[in-house]
């Protein structure tokens, strides 16, 4: 039997968290504002979750909306919300701090990736702004990330696929690749089928009543197309 693919769902509330469990996400990625890109939830709302959620959680480090370049003010902000959130026995938190020159700033996520340990360490869409992606993958993996979230440097992951095959193929067993933005029923197999990904990721929104929220439905029509390549 084929490896089954994990679905992670990105979620900003409560509400939707629940939406994306009852759909069969296997994992969730919460976070707050998803319009500008999303920030870090609200305590009282990482708490809930933690509570009423059964899948694993993963937890979105992000001080504020924007580039990626933090003051030593805002690093402090994010060590203080990692240790936050390992105190409640999440699954992991993401998170990415890149250099005005656009490479990855090793020293700050290094220490990031060590406070958070022994928690998964996933790199966020920061990686899409990189200058050199495979170089930025190598550093990575040297600093122990556990996966990279990308949309091949796009603004989805469809115009984004020939740059996340090659990522796939570099990156190897050595660091999970994980493909998000833009994901939805009728693309999921087109990018499993070009990338050959183990996680896919996706927000599975609808709009209702000028809110977005994650859609259940969406989620089990993504799984069943996941299933079938697992099958």
Known sequence: MKQKILFEACVGSIESALAAEEGGADRIELCKDLHCGGVTPD???????????????????????????????????????????KSLNVNGVVFGILKNDGTVDEEKNSELVELAAPLS???????????????????????GFERILTSGKEPTVIEGL??????????????????????????????IEKT??????????????????????????MKQILDGFAA
């Open 43 to 85: 305590r009282d709302v990482i708490k809930s979750v933690m509570q009423k959620i059964k899948i694993p959680v993963n937890v979105l480090i992000r001080p504020r909306a924007g580039h990626f370049c933090y003051s030593k003010e805002e690093s402090d902000k994010m060590k203080n919300d990692i240790e936050f959130v």
């Open 121 to 143: 360490s996933t790199f966020h869409r920061a990686f899409d702004m990189v200058n050199n992606p495979f170089a930025a993958l190598e550093t990575l993996v040297k600093l």
């Open 162 to 191: 020939d740059l996340i095959s090659e990522l796939v193929n570099k990156a190897g067993s050595r660091i999970m690749v994980m493909p998000g933005g833009g994901v939805n029923e009728e693309n999921i197999g087109t990018v």
């Open 196 to 221: 050959f990904v183990k996680e896919i990721h996706s927000s599975a929104r609808i709009d209702l009543d000028g809110f977005a929220k994650t859609s259940a439905e969406k989620i089990k029509k």
